[in-house]
């Protein structure tokens, strides 16, 4: 059975870090492009960034580029999610989900809440 | 970036009667490979979301059957043949021709 597990949301104030993990099993990580998604009542869905299967090709969507950056590590099947410099308005359910091609994310994590507060 | 449009927002519909929900995007889907990559997703109440529905009108394994996508180019469509009381939740559009994806706002159905 396919799983994808977040973890390491929490409160943070403005201008802090944090790292999110996005354990996967039951199939062969290495394989798939991932994804991290996340979601507001304000926005929906957004795309926040992915990775090629091998890690060398990124993407992140412009409102988190240069403070978000997205990795894995296949050895360990995890997706990671090094968050900084946060703003209230990223806070939002983060989901890590499989992508086996142009965004038909066809496994989704239960998520994890960032709070971004003072 | 892509401007994915959804209509209505909200839907309420009585149980077995069909529902339709619109997608629209600012720029064609068609990818230079040739596929349209517009896809459908469904989140139940306290759920993630889960996809329906992929390039257009590609149902996924165990969705019923009563779910069906159309469309292309720039217009697209979901339809439910008749409205179960499982079928509550919201429903999104996303597009995956052009970087970055991007999601339409979500429809949620409700049962009237």
């Known amino acids: 059975e396919v799983q994808l597990v977040e973890s390491g949301g929490g409160l943070v104030q403005p201008g802090g870090s944090l790292r999110l993990s996005c354990a996967a099993s039951?199939?062969?990580?290495?394989?798939?492009?991932m994804t991290w998604v996340r979601q507001t009542p304000e926005k929906g869905l957004e795309w926040v960034a992915n990775?090629?299967?091998?890690?060398?090709?990124?993407s992140h969507v412009d409102s988190v580029r240069g403070r978000f950056t997205i990795s894995r590590d296949n050895a360990r099947n995890s997706l990671y999610l090094q968050m900084n410099s946060l703003r209230v308005e990223d806070t939002a359910i983060y989901y890590c989900?499989?992508?086996?091609?142009?965004?038909?994310?066809?496994?989704w994590g239960q998520g994890t809440l960032v709070v971004v507060s003072s | 970036d892509v401007v994915m449009t959804q209509s209505p927002l909200s839907l309420p519909v009585t149980l077995g009667q069909p529902a339709s929900i619109s997608c629209r995007s600012s720029?064609?889907?068609?990818?230079?490979?040739?596929?349209?990559?517009l896809h459908w997703f469904q989140q139940r109440p306290g759920q993630s979301p889960r996809r329906l529905i992929y390039?257009?009108?590609n149902r996924d394994s165990g969705v019923p059957d009563r779910f069906s996508g159309s469309g292309s180019g720039t217009d697209f469509t979901l339809k439910i043949s008749g409205v179960e009381a499982e079928d509550v939740g919201i429903y999104y559009c996303?597009?995956?021709?052009?970087?970055?994806?991007?999601f339409g706002q979500g429809t949620k159905l409700e049962i009237k």
């Open positions: 989900a499989r992508d086996p091609f142009y965004g038909a994310l066809d496994q």
């Open positions: 039951g199939f062969t990580f290495s394989n798939y492009w």
């Open positions: 990775t090629h299967p091998g890690g060398g090709q990124r």
């Open positions: 720029q064609s889907l068609v990818h230079s490979d040739g596929n349209t990559y």
């Open positions: 390039k257009i009108s």
């Open positions: 996303m597009q995956g021709a052009h970087w970055p994806y991007t």
